[in-house]
Structures are given as C-alpha cells and as structure tokens.
T-cell receptor, first 109, second 119 residues
Framework: GQNIDQPTEMTATEGAIVQINCTYQ??????LFWYQQHAGEAPTFLSY????GLEEKGRFSSFLSRSKGYSYLLLKELQMKDSASYLC??????????FGGGTRVLVKP | GAVVSQHPSRVICKSGTSVKIECRSL??????MFWYRQFPKKSLMLMAT?????????EQGVEKDKFLINHASLTLSTLTVTSAHPEDSSFYIC???????????????FGPGTRLTVL
C-alpha cells in the first residue's frame, strides 16, 4: 500500500523559516508534489520533484531524496498569507496521486 | 497553468435525492480526470479515475453505484451522488491532467471544489 507521512501542524513566526517534512513508502514512484490549500479552496500547485536535489522557486524550495523516501518543503520569509495546509503527494503506480494527511501551518505575527 | 472549473460550488440537498457535479477542463483536453473527496481538516482521498470514453476506475471502498461517474467528452466529467445521505456531506474536488508530454506533465490541475451538504 501507499504510506505518506507529514506532521499534522506547525507554528512559526512571520518572517521566519519553516520546513515541512514528508516521508513516503509507495509502490513505484513517478514524482512528488507539494500543494498549498487554504480552507474551503482547492489545492494549488507549489512544486514538483522527480530527481534528487533541491528545487527553488522564490520563497519556496522543495527537496527530494528518492533513496530515503524523503522530501521537505521550505518556506522562507514567512508571511501571514502563508497560513494554510501544505499537502505532500506522490505519483506512484498507476499514475495516481496519493496525498499525505497535510500539514497545517499557522503563521503568527 | 491550465484551468479546471466545477459546478456547482455549493449545493444543499435533502436526504434521498441525487446531486450532479460537473468538472470541466477549460483550455485543454483531458483524457483523464480524477475525483476526490475531503472531510474537514483531512487530506484529499481519491475516489475514482474518470477515463474519457470508458468506465471509471474506482478506489477500494468507493461504491460505484453510489457515485456515478461519466466522462462523455474530453473536457467534461460528471459525478452524481445518488440517494444522498448526510454522511455523503463533504468537499468534492476534481482534477484533470493534460495528455502526457514529458517533464512535470504528471501535474494535475484542480477544480475549485464543490461543497455538498445533505440534510
């Protein structure tokens, strides 16, 4: 079966950095996505990793280690609007997305 | 990025009635669409994969006679919740994927979601 783990909640201060970890055990691997989701809205795409290493995109960076089944999403210079849920999702066998439970990030002033 | 729409955004219905939710890819053709449901403070759970011109593939534990999926064209998939009950109340989200062309085209584009409340 598929198993994707990420912390349930994290709290950080405006302007700080937060790292959200994601570990996965899946049947096959065709890439890993990070999505941001505000309450009551659809997920929005943040990043996609299929090769090992770091992908940087503005204030957001995502890292992948396939051998360790591990990824993290790094949010820098946190802003209040970054308060949201962050979903780690893996494309595995059958080309289907399997989501982790999501991490709720609360940014405090 | 590609745009996916859903209609309606919110629906309230009585127990025992059926509700149809539409998912459209607006600026691309989607041979494959996906339907997810999400309970409050929980993550997305895949219900089924909708394939244009063929039967949908349902995930384990999802009743195909309860959740009817039709993918009649390359831009439209519908989910019908039949004989809805209060426990079917949830946030339903569809997504669509463009035909594979390499790179990050595994990306799925999500619709804005439909909030279903069954009284």
């Amino acid at each position: 079966g598929q198993n994707i783990d990420q912390p349930t909640e994290m709290t950080a201060t405006e302007g700080a950095i937060v790292q959200i970890n994601c570990t996965y055990q899946t049947s096959g691997f065709n890439g890993l996505f990070w999505y941001q989701q505000h309450a009551g809205e659809a997920p929005t795409f943040l990043s996609y990793n299929v090769l090992d290493g770091l992908e940087e995109k503005g204030r957001f960076s995502s890292f992948l280690s396939r051998s360790k089944g591990y990824s993290y999403l790094l949010l820098k210079e946190l802003q209040m609007k970054d308060s949201a849920s962050y979903l780690c999702a893996v494309i595995a066998a059958g080309n289907k997305l399997t989501f982790g439970g999501g991490t709720r990030v609360l940014v405090k002033p | 990025g590609a745009v996916v729409s859903q209609h309606p955004s919110r629906v309230i219905c009585k127990s025992g009635t059926s509700v149809k939710i539409e998912c459209r890819s607006l600026d691309f053709q989607a041979t494959t669409m996906f339907w997810y449901r999400q309970f409050p403070k929980k993550s997305l759970m895949l219900m089924a994969t909708s394939n244009e011109g063929s039967k949908a593939t349902y995930e384990q534990g999802v009743e195909k006679d309860k959740f009817l999926i039709n993918h009649a064209s390359l831009t439209l998939s519908t989910l019908t919740v039949t004989s809805a009950h209060p426990e079917d109340s949830s946030f339903y989200i569809c997504s669509a994927r463009e035909p594979f062309s390499g790179g990050a085209s595994n990306e799925q584009f999500f619709g804005p979601g439909t909030r279903l409340t069954v009284l």
